[in-house]
């Protein structure tokens, strides 16, 4: 396994953008000194594929130095892009509608049965422009995935597509969200609580109860905030049987 040498080419990368490292920890969601320990450390290996798309460089490059440095497969299509914007790539079909990439829970390696949340290079989902819009949503920071299991029906059900809007992981108590938790992906009702805290809520809560994680749980269980859930889809469960037919 190649060494992780990341530091030093993720320190230069944000001193070319002009990026702080108070700057890039306000943005990403953590302290200054965990990403000031990057430089040194290494970008963790559980963050690397993400910290390179957000910096648009490969992230066999960013971790070893080898191989090409542009990230594959990175374009736009009528809009710029600086460092901190680059959350998901984006077409434009037609004036009204966006394509948004799609994102799934997949094992890290095969057969492996740890996960992580990546970029499904195969799928995409369209939504109309005006959606976005209308929640002053940016359009490159706007992602989809599904809903895996019952934890919130009858609200969101099994399968349902979500969008997510990565430009807000603030969390602003009784919002859904969608997180990463030690590579499991997780739609929840999120309320902060003391101390920093965080509650995790289901709407199915008969099924599944509240799980409250205390800050230093947070950092040990890698839980991390994706984006705020704006948009869902919900498939009819039955077609209804018409009468008298």
């Not at 993720?10 to 000031?36: C, D, M, P, R, S």
């Not at 109309?128 to 989809?144: F, G, K, V, W």
């Not at 969101?156 to 009784?174: C, F, H, K, N, P």
């Not at 991390?224 to 948009?231: I, K, T």
Request: glycine share 6%; charged share 25%.
């Amino acid at each position: 396994m190649r060494k992780n040498t990341s530091g030093p080419r993720f320190k230069a990368l944000l001193e070319a953008a002009n990026i702080t490292t108070t700057g890039f920890a306000k943005f990403w969601g953590t302290e200054a000194q965990n990403v000031h320990n990057w430089y040194t450390r290494g970008v963790p290996a559980y963050r690397m594929e993400e910290v390179a798309r957000l910096l648009s460089v490969n992230s066999q490059w960013l971790k070893t130095g080898e191989g090409p440095k542009e990230a594959p497969h990175l374009y736009t299509a009528g809009d710029t892009l600086d460092a901190q914007a680059i959350q998901g790539v984006y077409t434009v079909l037609e004036t009204n509608d966006i394509e948004l990439p799609l994102y799934k829970e997949a094992p890290t390696a095969p057969g492996s049965d740890k996960t992580h949340v990546i970029k499904d290079p195969e799928q995409t989902i369209r939504l109309p422009r005006s959606h976005l819009e209308a929640l002053e949503i940016r359009h490159t920071d706007a992602i989809c995935t599904h809903m895996i299991g019952n934890s919130m029906a009858e609200k969101i059900e099994d399968g349902s597509t979500l969008a997510i809007d990565r430009g807000l992981t603030q969390v602003v108590d009784g919002e859904i969200y969608a997180i990463e938790h030690d590579g499991m992906l997780r739609i929840k009702y999120l309320h902060r609580m003391p101390g920093n805290a965080l509650r995790l809520r289901s709407h199915n809560s008969a099924e599944y109860p509240d799980e409250i994680f205390r800050a230093a749980q947070i950092e040990e269980q890698r839980i991390h905030v994706l984006g705020w859930v704006f948009w869902w889809s919900t498939l009819g469960k039955r077609r209804p049987v018409v009468p008298f037919l």
